[in-house]
């Protein structure tokens, strides 16, 4: 019997956990290779050969596989202090008998040696512990910013919760799904694939005036609920397609093609927008719909040359249109300005005619009032008056005297340049019948004067 010294050197505790994870691993690929090794040479047999006989030729021998996973997992707990750390563990009793140095058993076989129980126990609870503390660890996960994590307990619904490191209880107990909450998502609507039996693409809708429109346009959206973006629907993203298909043939199969062509785009949008939201939410479908973006809208090409030439009228239609109410707006003002003034002018004109009658019919009455009293006085200073106002703007005065033929011509533009210097009357050429001397001025207006007198005494 060899007595070797007592070894306090021992490897460290991962080195050993190591050595007996690859022991144990060890032993089972053994045992299932033996298992397998039996079964195919003797189907019939369900007997584990646990030794080969020392033969080189069949799997590890589980004998030797067993003494090594104990010897490790013993080496673990500080089982044999007094053992050399390779020295193998089995009977000391001959140390070489028999068996070539393997020990002393039976027909040169290694002896078996049981394991420790206690340190084994300690063992298993140990690995048991760890993996415990593994599985509950599996149950942390991390949720990014702008997702959201579906909690799920034995697949059914359970929370909702946002980003941040969060734990669940590990499977197969909960699970978790994360989903980009805030990621604006879109759809493309219209391809460009076209039908053989109507030479139509799958874009081609009919307006209320039996027109044929191509439209197409993207939805964008992202999520509302994430709970019901899982489990209320099989597709959501599909859904939305559907949605927004029948939105648009239901908005354009009510609308003119000029309206969906040019006029009514915008409007357009918003109302499948609006239909589209109306139809996730009646599906429960956890989408919030952003915006409807119109691509192009155009008429098929067989026809687009005459929708040109109906663009180019409409636009002269509409030019015309203009330029009509820009020369309106520039005339219309004028001519009003203008009755306006006019109208103005003659309240004016008729307001001055009817004083003018007003103070000519008062002073009449005043004249005739002053005549009734003095009507000689009255005469006089009414024609003196009158020759006032007739010679007021003449330059020249012609009179023709009764007494005479001759004429006398009054120089009153040279009079009323020279005001100061008295000037004499100049005499005018004399009649055929040689007239004689020009009478006086003043004897011609008393002339004058017993004429008209003369005159109205006669009416």
């Known amino acids: 019997m060899n007595i070797y010294p007592l070894h306090t050197d021992r490897p460290p505790?991962?080195?050993?956990?190591?050595?007996?994870?690859?022991?144990?691993?060890?032993?089972?690929?053994?045992?299932?290779r033996a298992r397998r090794r039996t079964a195919t040479s003797s189907p019939a047999a369900d007997t584990l050969v646990l030794s080969n006989g020392g033969r080189k030729d069949g799997p590890p021998d589980l004998d030797e596989l067993w003494k090594d996973f104990n010897g490790k997992l013993t080496n673990l707990f500080g089982g044999?202090?007094?053992?050399?750390?390779?020295e193998p563990i089995g009977d000391d009793g001959g140390g070489g008998g028999g068996g070539g140095g393997r020990g002393g058993g039976p027909f040169g076989r290694p002896s078996f040696q049981p394991p420790d129980m206690k340190n084994a126990g300690v063992g298993a609870g140990l690995i048991v512990g760890v993996a415990a503390l593994i599985w509950m660890g599996s149950g942390i996960y991390i949720v990014q910013e702008g997702h959201q994590a579906v909690v799920t307990t034995f697949g059914r619904y359970s929370t909702t919760v946002d980003a941040g490191i969060q734990w669940r209880l590990p499977y197969p107990f909960q699970g978790h799904?994360?989903?980009?909450?805030t990621q604006l998502r879109s759809v493309e609507i219209g391809r460009n694939v076209v039908h053989p039996a109507t030479?139509?693409?799958?874009?081609?809708?009919?307006?209320?005036?039996?027109?044929?429109?191509?439209?197409r346009f993207s939805v964008q959206y992202r999520l509302s609920d994430s709970r019901a973006f899982l489990f209320e629907n099989r597709d959501p993203d599909q859904a939305v397609v559907l949605a927004a298909q029948s939105a648009v043939r239901e908005i354009v199969g009510r609308s003119e093609v000029d309206s969906v062509l040019y006029a009514a785009r915008d409007a357009i949008a918003t109302d499948i927008m609006q239909s589209v939201q109306a139809q996730v939410d009646r599906l429960r479908a956890g989408i919030l719909i952003t915006n409807v973006n119109i691509q192009s809208v155009q008429v098929p090409e067989q026809v687009q040359a005459a929708f040109n030439d109906a663009v180019r009228a409409s636009a002269d239609r509409d030019r015309f249109r203009n330029e009509g109410e820009a020369y309106a707006s520039e005339v219309i003002p004028r001519a009003r300005g203008a009755a306006a003034r006019l109208m103005e002018e003659a309240e004016g004109h008729r307001a001055r005619i009817v004083a003018t009658a007003e103070g000519d019919a008062a002073r009449f009455s005043a004249v005739l009032a002053a005549y009734q009293r003095a009507p000689q006085v009255t005469r006089d200073r009414m024609y003196?008056?009158?020759?006032?106002?007739?010679?007021?703007?003449?330059?020249?005065?012609?009179?023709?005297?009764?007494?005479?033929?001759?004429?006398?011509?009054?120089?009153?533009?040279?009079?009323?340049?020279?005001?100061?210097?008295?000037a004499a009357a100049a005499p005018v050429p004399p009649r055929t019948d040689a007239a004689p001397a020009v009478a006086p001025a003043a004897a011609a207006l008393q002339d004058a004067r017993a004429r008209d007198a003369r005159a109205r005494d006669a009416r």
Not at 80 to 86: A, E, Q, S, T
Not at 177 to 181: D, H, K, L, R, S
């Open 13 to 32: 505790l991962s080195t050993r956990l190591r050595e007996v994870a690859a022991a144990a691993g060890a032993l089972v690929r053994g045992a299932w």
């Open 80 to 86: 044999n202090k007094g053992r050399r750390p390779d």
């Open 177 to 181: 799904e994360i989903v980009p909450f």
């Open 199 to 215: 030479g139509l693409r799958e874009s081609a809708m009919l307006t209320q005036d039996e027109n044929i429109v191509d439209i």
């Open 384 to 422: 003196l008056e009158t020759m006032q106002s007739v010679f007021q703007n003449v330059t020249k005065v012609l009179i023709d005297s009764r007494n005479g033929n001759n004429l006398l011509h009054l120089p009153l533009e040279q009079l009323m340049r020279q005001p100061g210097t008295p």
